[in-house]
């Protein structure tokens, strides 16, 4: 019955896709499309949620094939946790969707393939997360990466656009490229296709450390840890805003899936692997909130941050891996607990985030931060939700972000005792850690005093935000808050994603004995409702009092008894970070441009810029992709103009796929 409300739920969603080919009207399309499918999504989570609480689905077969064996999907916690990742965010994600459109709709401009490629996109994702057989999985993973391109060129008549997108379609390839040659040896070596069947443990062969690497570098490319992160600073900034929300908040958490898919497969038993992992993590996530503290693009900074979280959650996933190596079940169990909450958390403020300055850009049709100025006199209630998910981002209590990272920081402590000189390289890790935290703290300090304080420096009259605007950037925050203040339910759905793992190796005495290893939060959160209690007890006492005594008044900010303030006064972007960013501007690639006074006067065009450069991107991928290049054109196979040509490349190298991945065997 639960599984059958899925997949209704499902059908209801591809009526939605299909709603563009039998309507007419762009208006009456959009808005039919929208909301059937956010009805379909709705029913679809209202059946995940059924089977995550009974656990009663399993294994379902849909179809046999002589030559792949019977096609399943697997409904275990892991597959229904993404899956719930995927709806509850595809909720707000449409609705902004829909209202994102509306603009476009008004300039004419055909919004029917767009509609329908996005809302096959959240099928898709559904469908991929529960896939259990290899060849299917590969097939959705192909059109999540197609239907997103598509979405992505939304606005291809810009170059920035078309060579954003490119930088996407490579890399998204090349992981897929790189899964393909994972699952093909995992198949070699097991005899199937099915995800339920592929359990190695670790036989000391270097198979078994190049299949791990090949499952972490596939996933990670998707997941963005560093170096393999270059494509998402470039694709974020073009794409469509409601694909960057989900872009961010859902898409790339499915690499996160895969590398958890990748520890069930491999059990891995060496402690380096842990380290390896957990190393890159604190990597990412320091170079990650840097280069966004770098940024003036709010989009790109936004994109920067999703680095340096999918470092945090990283850095849980590697704890995991240690706990595991070393028969610890507290250290996994929090690893574990700390990486999957913080993508849940991850996946709702950052969508969220990127919403809210998808709307400001919709008002100033700017992206630049240093642009920007005084929203909060226009738009009160986007400026608190905005903050919120700042707050949330930034590890702030009492909102989500705390919790999850709060776990992964007791993980470290309690990893302390596993070896000897742990307790030495775990403090590093902690200061790492909490470096990272301060550095987001800077960054989004640095982002709503510049956006939403002070005064405007682009001239607009109107700001406008819709009912539906506000719905999506609401509806995140209140999830925030929710987490934030009471996390026990989200607490046990992390630990009923743990104990369904099934990790050979690693079992649990009995159910909730993962829960009851998580911390317990029930004194803070009563601590965090007496807080805000009390705050809203003295705001309104407050308010009350000074109405009563001379009413509400407005006047202008104190500017030091100087008359004569104008925006080129305030703070900029590249001012208020200046400092943080010259002591990494080696790895930065910071470059400044300005014009200063010589004495004590100003100067007409007097001004000061930073930018920053990507390393990888600069000194390791170009480099690289160069030197592919020439050599394919000295070679001769990259001059011609025929695009029949390509295409037989393409069949080519198809054909050789298949040949391989039916014929060899380890």
Same mark, same amino acid.
């Given at each position: 019955?639960?599984?059958?409300?899925?997949?209704?739920?499902?059908?209801?969603?591809?009526?939605?896709?299909?709603?563009?080919?039998?309507?007419?009207?762009?208006?009456?399309?959009?808005?039919?499309?929208?909301?059937?499918?956010?009805?379909?999504?709705?029913?679809?989570?209202?059946?995940?949620?059924?089977?995550?609480?009974?656990?009663?689905?399993?294994?379902?077969?849909?179809?046999?094939?002589?030559?792949?064996?019977?096609?399943?999907?697997?409904?275990?916690?892991?597959?229904?946790?993404?899956?719930?990742?995927?709806?509850?965010?595809?909720?707000?994600?449409?609705?902004?969707?829909?209202?994102?459109?509306?603009?476009?709709?008004?300039?004419?401009?055909?919004?029917?393939?767009?509609?329908?490629?996005?809302?096959?996109?959240?099928?898709?994702?559904?469908?991929?997360?529960?896939?259990?057989?290899?060849?299917?999985?590969?097939?959705?993973?192909?059109?999540?990466?197609?239907?997103?391109?598509?979405?992505?060129?939304?606005?291809?008549?810009?170059?920035?656009?078309?060579?954003?997108?490119?930088?996407?379609?490579?890399?998204?390839?090349?992981?897929?490229?790189?899964?393909?040659?994972?699952?093909?040896?995992?198949?070699?070596?097991?005899?199937?296709?099915?995800?339920?069947?592929?359990?190695?443990?670790?036989?000391?062969?270097?198979?078994?450390?190049?299949?791990?690497?090949?499952?972490?570098?596939?996933?990670?490319?998707?997941?963005?840890?560093?170096?393999?992160?270059?494509?998402?600073?470039?694709?974020?900034?073009?794409?469509?805003?409601?694909?960057?929300?989900?872009?961010?908040?859902?898409?790339?958490?499915?690499?996160?899936?895969?590398?958890?898919?990748?520890?069930?497969?491999?059990?891995?038993?060496?402690?380096?692997?842990?380290?390896?992992?957990?190393?890159?993590?604190?990597?990412?996530?320091?170079?990650?909130?840097?280069?966004?503290?770098?940024?003036?693009?709010?989009?790109?900074?936004?994109?920067?941050?999703?680095?340096?979280?999918?470092?945090?959650?990283?850095?849980?996933?590697?704890?995991?891996?240690?706990?595991?190596?070393?028969?610890?079940?507290?250290?996994?169990?929090?690893?574990?607990?700390?990486?999957?909450?913080?993508?849940?958390?991850?996946?709702?403020?950052?969508?969220?985030?990127?919403?809210?300055?998808?709307?400001?850009?919709?008002?100033?049709?700017?992206?630049?931060?240093?642009?920007?100025?005084?929203?909060?006199?226009?738009?009160?209630?986007?400026?608190?939700?905005?903050?919120?998910?700042?707050?949330?981002?930034?590890?702030?209590?009492?909102?989500?972000?705390?919790?999850?990272?709060?776990?992964?920081?007791?993980?470290?402590?309690? !990893?302390? &005792?596993?070896? =000897?000189?742990?307790?030495?390289?775990?403090? $590093?890790? %902690?200061?790492?850690? /909490? #470096?990272? *935290?301060?550095?987001?703290?800077?960054?989004?300090?640095?982002?709503?005093?510049?956006?939403?304080?002070?005064?405007?420096?682009?001239?607009?009259?109107?700001?406008?935000?819709?009912?539906?605007?506000?719905?999506?950037?609401?509806?995140?925050?209140?999830?925030?808050?929710?987490?934030?203040?009471?996390?026990?339910?989200?607490?046990?759905?992390?630990?009923?994603?743990?104990?369904?793992?099934?990790?050979?190796?690693?079992?649990?005495?009995?159910?909730?004995? !993962?829960? &009851?290893?998580? =911390?317990?939060?029930?004194?803070?959160?009563? $601590?965090? %409702?007496?807080?805000? /209690? #009390?705050? *809203?007890?003295?705001?309104?006492?407050?308010?009350?009092?000074?109405?009563?005594?001379?009413?509400?008044?407005?006047?202008?900010?104190?500017?030091?008894?100087?008359?004569?303030?104008?925006?080129?006064?305030?703070?900029?972007?590249?001012?208020?970070?200046?400092?943080?960013?010259?002591?990494?501007?080696?790895?930065?690639?910071?470059?400044?441009?300005?014009?200063?006074?010589?004495?004590?006067?100003?100067?007409?065009?007097?001004?000061?810029?930073?930018?920053?450069?990507?390393?990888?991107?600069?000194?390791?991928?170009?480099?690289?992709?160069?030197?592919?290049?020439?050599?394919?054109?000295?070679?001769?196979?990259?001059?011609?103009?025929?695009?029949?040509?390509?295409?037989?490349?393409?069949?080519?190298?198809?054909?050789?796929?298949?040949?391989?991945?039916?014929?060899?065997?380890?």
């Amino acid at each position: 019955m639960i599984l059958n409300l899925f997949a209704i739920g499902l059908i209801i969603q591809l009526l939605g896709a299909l709603v563009p080919l039998f309507i007419k009207g762009d208006k009456k399309f959009s808005a039919l499309s929208h909301f059937t499918a956010l009805a379909g999504v709705g029913v679809s989570f209202i059946g995940t949620l059924g089977m995550m609480i009974f656990q009663n689905a399993g294994i379902v077969g849909i179809f046999e094939s002589p030559a792949w064996g019977v096609i399943s999907l697997r409904f275990d916690m892991l597959a229904l946790f993404f899956t719930a990742i995927v709806q509850l965010l595809s909720i707000p994600v449409l609705v902004y969707s829909f209202s994102y459109q509306k603009p476009y709709i008004e300039e004419g401009k055909s919004i029917r393939l767009p509609v329908f490629s996005f809302i096959t996109l959240t099928i898709s994702l559904q469908v991929l997360t529960i896939a259990n057989h290899a060849i299917l999985f590969l097939i959705f993973w192909e059109l999540m990466a197609v239907l997103s391109y598509i979405n992505m060129i939304f606005e291809n008549e810009k170059p920035e656009v078309q060579k954003g997108s490119f930088v996407y379609f490579v890399a998204t390839h090349a992981a897929t490229f790189i899964l393909y040659v994972f699952f093909l040896i995992l198949h070699a070596r097991t005899g199937s296709w099915n995800f339920s069947d592929f359990h190695l443990t670790n036989d000391g062969t270097a198979l078994y450390y190049v299949l791990f690497a090949l499952g972490f570098i596939g996933f990670g490319i998707k997941a963005g840890f560093m170096p393999f992160h270059f494509w998402l600073p470039k694709a974020h900034p073009v794409a469509p805003t409601y694909l960057s929300a989900f872009l961010s908040g859902v898409i790339i958490k499915l690499g996160i899936y895969g590398i958890f898919r990748v520890v069930e497969f491999l059990t891995p038993s060496d402690p380096w692997i842990g380290w390896a992992v957990l190393v890159i993590s604190l990597i990412s996530a320091i170079f990650g909130v840097w280069y966004a503290l770098a940024q003036h693009d709010v989009k790109t900074l936004l994109a920067y941050h999703s680095i340096e979280n999918i470092g945090i959650i990283g850095m849980g996933l590697g704890l995991g891996i240690l706990g595991m190596s070393y028969g610890s079940q507290t250290v996994a169990v929090l690893g574990f607990a700390g990486a999957l909450l913080h993508t849940l958390n991850h996946a709702i403020f950052k969508s969220q985030l990127f919403m809210g300055s998808g709307i400001i850009y919709q008002n100033l049709h700017t992206r630049n931060i240093e642009k920007m100025g005084g929203i909060v006199h226009y738009a009160p209630w986007l400026t608190a939700f905005f903050l919120i998910g700042s707050v949330a981002i930034s590890g702030i209590p009492p909102l989500n972000g705390f919790i999850s990272e709060f776990i992964i920081y007791n993980g470290l402590f309690q !990893s302390g &005792n596993l070896a =000897p000189n742990y307790t030495i390289f775990m403090l $590093i890790v %902690v200061v790492g850690l /909490a #470096l990272v *935290g301060g550095l987001a703290v800077a960054c989004f300090t640095k982002v709503n005093s510049i956006m939403f304080l002070g005064s405007k420096r682009t001239d607009f009259k109107k700001f406008n935000v819709s009912k539906a605007e506000y719905f999506s950037i609401g509806f995140p925050a209140l999830l925030c808050i929710a987490i934030g203040l009471y996390p026990m339910p989200a607490l046990r759905v992390v630990s009923g994603v743990i104990e369904g793992l099934g990790l050979k190796g690693f079992s649990l005495a009995h159910y909730g004995a !993962s829960f &009851n290893m998580l =911390p317990d939060f029930l004194p803070l959160t009563m $601590i965090f %409702v007496l807080l805000f /209690a #009390l705050i *809203g007890i003295f705001y309104g006492i407050k308010k009350f009092r000074s109405s009563r005594a001379s009413g509400i008044r407005v006047s202008k900010a104190w500017g030091c008894a100087y008359d004569g303030l104008t925006a080129r006064m305030q703070y900029t972007a590249s001012s208020y970070a200046d400092e943080l960013n010259s002591i990494p501007a080696n790895i930065l690639l910071i470059k400044e441009h300005a014009l200063v006074p010589q004495d004590i006067f100003p100067v007409r065009g007097a001004h000061f810029e930073s930018h920053s450069e990507d390393y990888t991107e600069k000194k390791l991928v170009m480099p690289v992709y160069t030197r592919i290049i020439e050599t394919f054109k000295k070679a001769g196979i990259l001059n011609r103009h025929d695009i029949r040509v390509y295409i037989a490349y393409m069949l080519v190298a198809l054909i050789a796929y298949c040949v391989i991945g039916f014929l060899w065997k380890y």
